[in-house]
Every structure is written in C-alpha cells, then in structure tokens.
C-alpha cells in the first residue's frame, strides 16, 4: 500500500472526528444539525447501517473479482461477460421482491443472516471451481446463489433502518445509509484487487523461481522488474510484453503458465477472504430485529 494512501486514510479519520465534534457544537447551540450523531445510539440502525456494509463490501470484491475472470483471464468480451453476471440479477430481483411478498412476518435478522450464508456458499462454490481450465460456465450457480443473498439482504436492509427512527429523521438516516453502501463498495473493490494483484504477485515470482525451462538470467531479470507487483493481464499481453523483452520461446511458455495458475491463485485467495467476512457479518446481525416493523 503506498504511503499516500495510509495518509489519506488518517485525513478521513481526523474529518469525520472533527465533523462529529461540530455537529455536538450546533446541537448544544440550539441549532439544527445535518446529522445527530445520537441517532446512532439506536441499536437497530448501527445494526441495519453494519449489515449494508458488509453487504456492499462483499457485492464490491465480487463485481471486481469476475470481470477479471471472464474479461482478462478467459478474453470474454464486455457483452459475454455481462450474460455471466445475468443470473445474479434475476435471483436478486426474485429474492428482494419476492421475500417481502411470501413472506411478510420473515424475521429480518433470519432473512439477513440467510442472506449472508448465500453469499457464503457463493463464494465458496467459485472458489472450489476456479481450477486450471476452468470456464465460464463455473460461474452460475455462484451467480445466482450470491444473487438470492443480495435479494434476501435488500428485502430487508433499507426497511430496518428508516423504521428505527422517527419519521423525521428518515432524512438523516438515507443519507448515511448512502455513505456506509459507498464506503462499502470502495472498501471491497480495493481490498479485493489488493489481495489479486499480491497474491498474483507472490505465486508468479515463486514459480518463475522454481521453473525448471526459465534461465536464471530470465528469473533474475523477473525478480527484479516484478518485485513491486504483477499486473493481471491477459496471455495475449504478456505475451506481447515477452516477445518486445526478448525473452525466449520456451522461457516464454513457462512465464505465460505460471501467470495463467498465479492469476486463480490471486482470485481464489481474494474470494476466500470475502467468503471470510460474509461469516464475520453474521455477527453483526445479532441486533437486527427479530419481527418486521409495524405497519
């Protein structure tokens, strides 16, 4: 991670301390606040606000994740990737509007928690098919299921948390509703492409060193020019970069190999860490309510 990142980091911290500490300032003033940070005393909205972090995390490290397998490592075109994500979408738009419909008394935290362990065997399904030769049919059944998880959670999510207010807080609570999904979607799609590119990283620098056709000049040379990072590039790429490096046709096919396993490799440890937070947001369910809102 670079060094400016770590400071941006630190900046945001110290913005949103000094917000909080304003928005006290304008409270104790009699004035009107643009949030109340007592509204986040109430357990079901910090409940509701930490399942839709999770809930975009994961959506963010999955979108991120399956472009990469089907547009760069399998060559799919912008078209044939997205038919591989339509099952996700069916599923979801059957799951969010077909909960509330079937089953209008479902508690919210079963529903939630369900959610979660779909996006779970998703996960977990695409991982055990990421294998060498794998195409894109692999990707279906983890489709849907993480469709079903993410239709479960919005039939329920944004429901929790305008109704654990008053009415006129409902405001209040859509706009930091907004900011957590943002914060979510970010905070996933770059923990996922972190853990791609130095999982990739580590697994082609190690099997270049291994490999028995590739030259020690040729490792030197890997070692050296990939030490910060691999990017994920297709066959045809590296292959391009090989050629214009002259390195040789045998060394070649050795490097394209070893980056075609190295590239799973980066997927699957990037998805099993996702598959590791859909259970660490199961914890996070706990305060969610137990019966639906009054209506």
């Not at 090989?242 to 070893?258: F, K, N, Q, T």
Request: glycine share 10%.
């Amino acid at each position: 991670m670079p060094d400016w990142v770590v400071w941006l980091i630190l900046a945001g911290g110290l913005v949103i301390w000094a917000f909080t500490v304003w928005e006290n300032r304008v409270i104790a003033r009699g004035g009107e606040p643009l949030v109340d940070p007592e509204i986040l005393h109430v357990k079901a909205l910090r409940a509701g606000l930490n399942s839709f972090f999770f809930q975009y995390l994961l959506q963010g490290g999955l979108f991120f994740a399956m472009p990469l397998f089907l547009s760069v490592a399998l060559g799919l075109s912008a078209i044939e990737t997205g038919v591989r994500l339509l099952p996700l979408s069916f599923t979801l738009i059957l799951a969010a509007a077909g909960v509330p419909k079937v089953f209008p008394d479902a508690s919210p935290r079963l529903v939630a928690r369900i959610g979660f362990l779909a996006l779970f065997a998703a996960l977990v399904v695409l991982i055990a098919g990421l294998q060498e030769g794998a195409g894109a049919g692999v990707t279906t059944w983890p489709m849907l299921l993480a469709g079903i998880g993410i239709g479960a959670l919005a039939s329920q999510l944004g429901a929790v948390t305008v109704s654990s207010v008053p009415d006129e807080q409902s405001s209040a609570v859509g706009g930091l509703q907004n900011t957590i999904t943002n914060l979510g979607i970010s905070i996933g799609t770059a923990l996922t492409g972190a853990i791609v590119i130095a999982a990739l990283s580590t697994s082609l620098l190690t099997g270049i060193e291994s490999h028995s056709q590739i030259p020690a000049p040729v490792k030197a040379r890997a070692s050296t020019d990939l030490g910060g990072g691999v990017p994920f590039i297709s066959d045809k790429e590296l292959e391009t970069a090989l050629d214009e490096a002259h390195v040789g046709p045998r060394a070649s096919d050795a490097i394209i190999e070893e980056n075609e396993a190295s590239r799973l490799v980066g997927l699957r440890t990037a998805l099993a860490v996702l598959a590791a937070l859909s259970l660490v947001a199961l914890f996070f369910t706990g305060r969610l309510p137990e019966r639906q809102a009054a209506h």
